[in-house]
């Protein structure tokens, strides 16, 4: 059986809670905000039940139709669904799912390009992080006030402290680049090259 995806994830998580249709599948998670951390379309959340199903992690309860609209198939978990939802569940939460975040790839050759075009571009990124941080800690704050208790919103709370830590990765470098803190013009020093040769050759650093 493939690794349940994480649109296949979600899914099953609320059919722990009660049967539902796709198309109300598909509302429940945007209502919910899920669709701020993974990529939910009618169409992703479909086929993935279609795949659930077919792997027998779902089941149909029954069909209905309510007026003009098209017949609507309700599902619900199965207990080979809890446990491969678990399974998941818990390798998600333990494990390690390496990402490559182009913003470290455009990091790693900022340094080809004039500071204050390096400024200008952090600048940018910072305010569209912190309009971000504040949508979802206003919207944090609304839920829990109305009593939502914090272990269903772990993943909004942890994606805010990592949302202030690159705020404030970014006003400090921000900061040290237009201060000059930030050397963005020396050579790399002769020292590192001769630290480096050391370690690749420590005959040679023993001799010397």
């Known amino acids: 059986m493939a690794e349940l995806s994480a649109v296949a994830v979600l899914v099953l998580g609320l059919l722990h809670e009660q049967p539902m249709h796709p198309y109300q599948l598909h509302q429940t998670l945007v209502e919910r905000g899920d669709t701020r951390i993974v990529r939910v379309n009618p169409g992703a959340v479909y086929h993935g039940v279609e795949r659930l199903e077919r792997d027998g992690l779902v089941e149909v309860v029954g069909t209905d139709r309510t007026g003009k609209r098209p017949e609507r198939t309700t599902y619900r978990i ?11 569940l818990t390798s998600l939460l333990g494990d390690e799912h390496p990402t490559y975040p182009l913003f470290s790839v455009g990091l790693a050759e900022a340094n080809e390009l004039p500071a204050a075009d390096v400024v200008a571009q952090l600048v940018r990124r910072r305010d569209r992080k912190v309009a971000h941080r504040d949508h979802l800690a206003a919207s944090y704050s609304t839920v829990s006030g109305m009593g939502l208790p914090r272990r269903f919103l772990l993943d909004v709370d942890h994606d805010l402290a990592t949302l202030r830590a690159e705020v404030d990765w970014l006003d400090r470098t921000i900061t040290e680049l237009q201060s000059g803190a930030l050397d963005w013009t020396s050579p790399i020093p002769d020292s590192f090259h001769e ?10 650093s023993h001799e010397l």
């Open 78 to 88: 199965t207990d080979a669904g809890r446990t491969e939802f678990a399974a998941r």
């Open 195 to 204: 630290a480096k040769a050391s370690i690749r050759n420590p005959r040679t």
